[in-house]
């Protein structure tokens, strides 16, 4: 079936350094895919998506760009700032599912120290 | 903006309890979830719905059970608390939009739940 994976966190960083926070996908469609991001004791909120190959999502200063041939969706962000700090999450939904569900990867948190 | 809605935010309640939590969303979304979450962060879906008197079991097994009876609202009950139960809780919510299976979820802020 189709999953989601994510690098195991927690990250930590500096203040103003450079995010990499990897996922790599498995589907036997065409998904679309997304980044939320979770702050402390609050729910999920959309960072970003992309719906097709090559797309590139972006807000907030963050970025991901769809590689279907590496089946990877990985989120950047050129410096980060310790507001960032959260629990980070890769997603799919796929074209076919009707129910419009989405797979979760498990989670990555980022702190980011001043 | 997402107008997505769960109360109570925190519950603590003792074991064999019936409880009752709340979600409603304001924007005509015809799917919702249920979700619940690990304190390793781990989202487990457990209970979805398509619509009005449409239910459906999630991924994970509950013992909770749901009820759609409007479209806005979703409420999630277990009649008998545990301290397995013990959990934060999400609600989301998502419509149509540029065709099928590419829906955004909205996310209500949570309910943590702790039972003693």
């Known amino acids: 079936g189709d999953s989601v994976t994510q690098m195991e966190g927690p990250v930590t960083l500096s203040e103003e350094a450079f995010l990499t926070i990897n996922c790599t996908y498995t589907?036997?469609?065409?998904?679309?895919l997304f980044w939320y991001v979770q702050y402390p004791g609050e729910g999920l909120q959309l960072l970003l998506k992309?719906?097709?190959?090559?797309d590139k999502g972006s807000n907030k200063g963050f970025e991901a760009t769809y590689r279907k041939e590496t089946t990877s969706f990985h989120l950047e962000k050129g410096s980060v700032q310790v507001s960032d700090s959260a629990v980070y999450f890769c997603?799919?939904?796929?074209?076919?599912?009707?129910?419009?569900?989405?797979?979760f990867g498990q989670g990555t948190e980022l702190s980011v120290k001043p | 903006e997402a107008d997505i809605y769960q109360t109570p935010r925190y519950l603590v309640i003792g074991t064999g309890k019936k409880i009752t939590l709340e979600c409603s969303q304001t924007?005509?979304?015809?799917?919702m979830y249920w979700y619940q979450q690990d304190p390793g962060m781990e989202l487990h879906l457990i209970h979805y719905?398509?619509?009005?008197?449409?239910?459906e079991k999630g991924d994970l097994s509950s013992e909770s059970t749901v009820s759609r009876i409007r479209t806005e609202h979703f409420p999630l009950t277990l009649e008998s608390a545990r301290p397995s139960h013990t959990s934060q809780y999400l609600c989301?919510?998502?419509?149509?939009?540029?065709?099928?299976?590419?829906?955004?979820?909205?996310f209500g802020p949570g309910t943590r739940l702790t039972v003693l």
């Open positions: 989301a919510s998502t419509g149509t939009s540029g065709g099928v299976g590419t829906d955004t979820q909205y």
């Open positions: 924007m005509g979304h015809d799917k």
């Open positions: 997603a799919l939904s796929d074209r076919g599912n009707q129910g419009g569900k989405l797979i």
């Open positions: 719905s398509y619509g009005v008197n449409s239910t």
């Open positions: 589907a036997t469609g065409y998904p679309s």
């Open positions: 992309a719906t097709k190959a090559d």
